[in-house]
């Protein structure tokens, strides 16, 4: 599987944001992203510390289906101007088997899916298509994305688990 098909999914959310309600926020031990979507906060994340505070995401179809186009719509709020050296560590795996665990930059992948640094600060929306290939192996698919500015300061930790099927054959 290419991390261009996963990146769009798990970056679209990272560019989203909204305010927070007031108040300590709990740790997020299997928080949901707001929205229709598979996307957890990380587990022992303070949500009070992110510089993104997530509205919704939402996915449509969702789960993904291969074959299929995916519409990501997101929005929210970045509390503070995100830069150029921005960086997103990024983990995939399929069922045990890690696929991908490499540090990206966040602004060159955030060109993916339409939008450029700087990020905010203030409401961010996206919109995007994406193709998912028919192609895709069958199994659970699990992300992680550890985001931070280039100083290093925490922006957000996401996860996702996605499970693709095998597609029926004439009707079995």
Not at 97 to 121: H, W
Not at 128 to 157: M, S
Request: proline share 9%; with cysteine.
């Amino acid at each position: 599987m290419k991390l261009t098909t996963i990146l769009p999914l798990c970056l679209s959310s990272l560019a989203a944001a909204n305010y927070l309600s007031g108040g300590q926020t709990p740790m997020a031990a299997d928080i949901d992203v707001p929205g229709d979507n598979p996307m957890k906060y990380c587990p022992a994340e303070t949500l009070d510390d992110d510089i993104l505070a997530i509205d919704h995401v939402d996915l449509s179809p969702n789960p993904p289906a291969p074959g299929q186009t995916l519409t990501i719509e997101a929005e929210g709020t970045f509390a503070e101007k995100i830069e150029e050296g921005a960086f997103v560590w990024l983990t995939v795996k399929y069922g045990l088997i890690r696929l991908i665990y490499q540090k990206e930059d966040l602004c060159e992948q955030m060109k993916q899916v339409d939008t450029e640094c700087p990020l905010g600060p203030g409401v961010v929306k996206i919109t995007k298509d994406v193709d998912i290939p028919q192609q895709v192996p069958p199994g659970k698919y699990f992300v992680q994305a550890d985001v931070y500015t280039k100083d290093e300061k925490k922006i957000t930790c996401l996860t996702a688990s996605i499970s693709f099927t095998r597609p029926k054959i004439m009707g079995f």
